[in-house]
Structures are given as structure tokens and as C-alpha cells.
């Protein structure tokens, strides 16, 4: 699985539409940012602390086809990146982040 962070809200319009179409930070970068299992974390705590009113999705990235695409980023690693917006169908899960607890700490509790 890849997981992807986001404002609750932006999940709920992606509801409505059926698809995700990217945060603001995809859009200037042309790819909707994912993370793996073991960066999703390290990404939470470098771009979301202090946030609140997130989401994670959980994504299948079987049902991504060739859109998504592993490419070096951060320290060299191998991230997802999706070249399109993500289908609602794709994602598997969804848990809204509790406001009181660190960002990285929520998303750490809910990894497999």
C-alpha cells in the first residue's frame, strides 16, 4: 500500500467528484505526491506538523495503472508519484487524523 496525506476537506470534495485531483503543492510539482509505507511518517513530520484536519488514504497502487510512477526524491529514495488524479475507487481506507495528537505520531499508529 501508499498513502497520501491531506486536509479532510479535500478528501470530501474528492468524495463528491470521484477523484482527487492533487493539493496545491501537486499541482506546481504536475504529480499528486504519495508516500510509501516507510516514508509516509518522515513525510508527515516534515510537512504537516502542526497541522490539523487530516487525512490519510490508504492507496491500492494496483488500481493506479501506469500513471504511477516510483521516481527519486527525497534523499534519493524511491517515491510514488501518480501522473493523473486518483481515482476514489483506488483508495482503500481513509482515517481523519485526531486534532491532539502529533501529525507523525497518528499516522505512525495507523500503519499495518
Do not use: N
Not at 493539493?23 to 508527515?44: C, K, R, W, Y
Not at 497541522?51 to 516510483?70: C, E, F, K, M, S
Amino acid at each position: 500500500m501508499i498513502y497520501k496525506l491531506l486536509t479532510t476537506v479535500e478528501w470530501d470534495d474528492a468524495l463528491a467528484a470521484g477523484h482527487f485531483a492533487g493539493t496545491a503543492m501537486d499541482a506546481q510539482s504536475g504529480f499528486i505526491h504519495l508516500s510509501g509505507p516507510d516514508q509516509v511518517v518522515e513525510t508527515a513530520r516534515r510537512v504537516f506538523t502542526g497541522a490539523t484536519g487530516l487525512t490519510l488514504l490508504t492507496v491500492d497502487p494496483a488500481r493506479l495503472g501506469d500513471a504511477l510512477r516510483w521516481e527519486p526524491s527525497r534523499g534519493g529514495a524511491l517515491f510514488p508519484h501518480l501522473y493523473g488524479p486518483l481515482p476514489v475507487p483506488a483508495v482503500v481506507a481513509a482515517a481523519a487524523l485526531p486534532a491532539d495528537v502529533p501529525v507523525a505520531d497518528a499516522v505512525a499508529a495507523l500503519l499495518p
